[in-house]
């Protein structure tokens, strides 16, 4: 089992900035691919970026790409999502979750393919 805390959420201004946080605890989660998917009210939840078990590949949605980076810390059990040059469309609660498929070498972008999930934490970008 797996633990997923998510930090760093909170309000900014159109082009700000802002680093998310994962902190996971339990099992040692090196051996898992790391993913950041978000929810809009309204809408489905989307897939953001991801990156393999020793952060040597990554992943990212068409929309944030050039904007946001993933990036993990093994050795602190914690992947992060730098956000820069922030949209209100980017406005959500964003989750981060753990996959084992492939050793941790998987790159999904659907949701049902990861195993564990943070409680998610709130973004939002005022115009």
């Known amino acids: 089992q797996v633990q997923l805390v998510e930090s760093g959420g909170g309000l900014v201004q159109a082009g700000g900035s802002l680093r998310l946080s994962c902190a996971a605890s339990g099992r040692t989660y090196s051996p898992y691919s790391m993913a950041w998917f978000r929810q809009a009210p309204g809408k489905e939840r989307e897939f953001v970026a991801a990156?393999?078990?020793?952060?040597?590949?990554?992943r990212y949605a068409d929309s944030v790409k050039g904007r946001f980076t993933i990036s993990r810390d093994n050795a602190k059990n914690t992947v992060y999502l730098q956000m820069n040059s922030l949209k209100p469309e980017d406005t959500a609660v964003y989750y981060c979750a753990a996959d084992r498929d492939l050793g941790g070498y998987a790159l999904a972008s659907q949701g049902d393919a990861y195993d564990y999930w943070g409680q998610g934490t709130q973004v939002t970008v005022s115009s």
């Open positions: 990156t393999t078990r020793n952060g040597g590949s990554t």
